[in-house]
């Protein structure tokens, strides 16, 4: 039960993501410099491959290196649609579609696999695809696609299609960690074999919550696209099918908090800021400090963001003179494993 | 776990940390408009798979300015204007390059961009341009596809690949012509799995169809760019039994590739990388294995216009080292012919500029034919050089013979 | 198709089947012990190119002599790492994530120093004998693929042997096999995870020199190596040393034919290695050792 003198109080912890929204929504009606609203918008995108990721990777503890594909081919289906003349917005869920259906294609040899070979089958799939992408004429093969939308370039309305579909994307991952669906991904990452003992369906729960994560990578990769219009199929960085693309997608969940709702978000945010801000005054350095500053969150906080929030609120707690209670919405907060973060 | 207190502290440095990491997001860059300065963006990887030559370009952009504030400035108006570098590297990374050139354009208000070097980069930022009708210049990409999306604000001093594919076969012609090779001839072409391997292999086989006879392409097939085992595809090429090879690749790859083909002991009549064959780097790597190979290039500094030497005296002066190749010298004409329009245009506006870019002239260009003018497309048409790698160690311009250094070595012996 | 053509991938497979298992060996040795999948180990075998760059260069050391000189530079490396990073992750018998990410962020350390010594450019090392080929009959063999072959080879059969005589060997593979007896029958496993991550590192940066003789590096060198890697120890399964010397071989044949494949472009040559790669963990989920074993155990 919820103790009235945890910190931060309960009705806080709930409203602040509407009052976060709200805030977001009207910045840019407020004068945001077209600097920080695409940095903000790219943001919105990894966010959302972050939360996607969690479903799989955090929730039901199955690492994929795979992610990449669904980005890459959202982005795809969303630009060739896009310059058939299509609508946007149908673009968008096409590459969804598109993306829940590839990984059906993925997951179905490769979900009977356990732990590390799982991860390596999906790096294995990647770089598959990315070959076959980079290859093929219908996409332009290693030219990549260049989207070409015949309107005036509004960047509020990319914006705010970011923020939409984070805030969905958000709202499933809230939804889902508090369902039986969730409660069933986490007994499968606990122990997928005594989860099958109590009668749920591991392989198909796995398939499922994989479409959903799918379909709202695609979505970001489809969003990204439509702003910055050229897709690279190239296996170096910016490569939509590219290793470090899957790499930075599974990054910032563990930055944030593997396993927890907003720890995803939290890395999302961390990411998109940081990143670009360390390549623009550290040109040289960049990657030496990306480097450290993982290593660092590895080594001191594995719970990563979250954790460390946590821990913090639990210090003011303490220092109050509360005794800490445990707060039902662990279920947000703690990545919830009772062991360490297993593959 | 251990100590609390040594807990504590780690956890407080890695806020410590984190916190840095935001304030840097708040200070940012804050562009300082001068009131006598033009701020150029210049977005070239100088780290990643194209930092080495993406390093000389922006040699090339630096040693531009640098002389042009030397000697006072662009004059607009009547009005003496100082140059300011905004410079990002994009690290070789599409993605990157694309919002960093955003970023250019719109936060930190340039008036120009330069940049782009290689195809994917230079396609990721050219979508950039007219969304903020800001002139974009390339001085590294020559794929005809960025300049045929009708885009407005896109230019390049790149000759269209295409050509230089075309001019390729044209030397390989001539020397039919002059008896040093028969006719008929195999060709087994490995191009790189980009547009500009496309648009090689396009630009040969226009030239062959328009000239029946001369050639037979035997064997043509793509590959992986940055792999690092050539020998199945040079087994193929061998099988093909040709007698000319001509390949496209990046520097990285035209390295391995040719000791592979060394090693495996491949002979043919005449062989090609591309846009690749003089870099210094593939001399030292390969050694007098790279004798005889030709190479289409953009600008060779065996050029003999004075206007090249005083460029190759001062670019020496600046950096220390010879240019190598072509790539500082688009770079240095990109900044020229920007400053140029720019005086023209009398204003900084930049619609009036880009209008300017459309009609302006280099009279005293480094690149071959001496006079430099962007075409409808924004895309700039003068003719390539064929250099040949000769032996001592020279670099010889061997095509088209009005600017000739050396006779052509032919066939390889 | 001649004769020649068929058996000139053949040599060539062979020849890079070595290598391919040498570097290998050493993420074998790390994950088989540790459960710890290195993918610092493209930045170890990039350093031990540069090793061997340096020596080359400056004191004209022939670079396959370099290689065995970095065999116990880079162990005191390795150990180095071990007790200044790996040593705080937290133990578990199964890989972790964590052990994947903090190698990952040393990686991306390790080419940024890496860019900041040696910069941008492209080296190789050209020896005398880079560019000959011994000429047997229509064949000619590459002098350097020949040597480091056969430093490969002999590398790896030294390493058996040391694994199968030496109290330290034995305790790797009692790890291996299980941590649990192995601590209670008295192997140290501290000890010996470092010692362990040290003989990883020291292998992979011997490999990483042998490389340096056959290909052009920069800081950025050994990406493609590590998925390699990846596909080699999970094709020959994940724990075992036989396993990975089948699997190089393996791949090393599969790259090579697969580009004579009429029709199919040499450019989708990495997609037929990488849906191996994908049909092996479906129909041989323990890999070429497991199917080896069942086999052994079948009679």
Redesign the interface.
Known sequence: MKTGNAFPRPAVKSILPFVVLLVLLILPAAGL????T?LLF?TFVWTITSVAWNLV?GFTGQ?SFGFAVFYGLGAYTAGLMINAGRDPCFSFLAAAGMAALASFLVGL??F??R???F???T???T??VR??M??LKLTG????L?I?ERRT?HQAEHYYTALMAVALAVAISILISRSRFGLALRAIKQDEDAAASLGVNPYSCKLWVHAIAAALTGVAGAIHARY???I?P??????VFA?QTG?SIL?MP?IGG?GTVWGPVLGGL?FG??E??????F??????L?????????????DG?AG?LR??FA?FRRSRGDSGGQDADQVLWRSGSV????? | MSNWFLL?S??W???T??LT??T??FV??IPAMADDTISIGVILP????EGKPGQYQKEGVDLAIKKINDGGGISVKGKKYLLKEVF??D??????????T??AM??DNVTAVIGGYS??LG??E??MPD?HQTPWITPGAG?T?IFS?GYQYVFGTLSPIVLLGSTTAEFLGNLVDQGKLKKGLKIAMALE???HG?DYGNGIEQWIQQHPGYFTVVFKE?F???NTDFSGLLQKVKSARADIFLSDAHLQDYITMHRQYLQSGMHHQMISYGARGPESDARKALGDGTNYIFAGIWWSKSLSYPQVQRFINDYKQFTGHEPDSWYPATAYDSVRMLAAAISEAGSTDKAKIRDALRKVVLKDSLLPGAVLKFGSNGQVNYPFLIVQNQPGGKVEIVYPKNGATAAPIAPTP | MTLEDFLDPLISALLLAGIYAAMSMGMTIIYGVMKI?NLAHAGFMMLGAYFAYELFQRFHIDPLLGAVLALPVFFLFGMGVHWL?VR???K?D?????S???M??????L???A??IWKNEDRSITTSYTLSSIHLGPFYISKVHLFVFVAAVISIVVLQIALKRSWFGRSMRALIQNPYAAQIVGVDDRKTAMLTFGLGTAFTGFAGALLAMLYSFSPDFG?PFL?RS??II?LGG?ESFSGVAIGALILALVENYSILIPHV?A?????IS??L??VV??FL?KGIAGLLERKWRAG
């Open positions: 410099s077209t600097n920080i695409r790219t990777g690492v040899p490769t009977r696999l732990g590390p070979y991860a390596i089958a790096i294995g799939v770089e598959a070959v076959v980079s290859n093969g290693a030219s990549g260049n070409i370039f910055f219009p050229y690279d190239g296996g170096g960085p910016g490569g290793f790499i990054l563990v593997i961390v800021i940081v670009e801000e360390l390549v623009v005054n040109p040289n350095i960049h990657l030496l990306y480097g450290i500053l993982l290593i660092l969150i590895i080594l001191f906080e594995p963001l460390l821990k913090l210090l062991e360490g973060r297993e593959l | 504590r780690r956890r440095t890695v806020l940390i984190l990491c935001l840097m997001f940012g860059s100088i780290t990643g798979r990002y590297d690290g070789s990374d599409s993605a990157k390059s694309a919002t960093l955003e970023r719109s936060s195809t994917a396609e990721a050219a979508v969304r794929a596809s999306h799995n980009t547009d496309i793509k992986e760019l940055g | 999948v990073l705080w992750l937290p578990s199964q890989p972790t994530l964590a994947l990410l903090l990952f962020g040393f990686w991306l350390v080419q940024n120093v860019y900041l990406r998925l990846f596909v999970v994940l472009e450019s989708y040559q990495p997609a990488y849906g790669l994908v963990l479906l989920p």
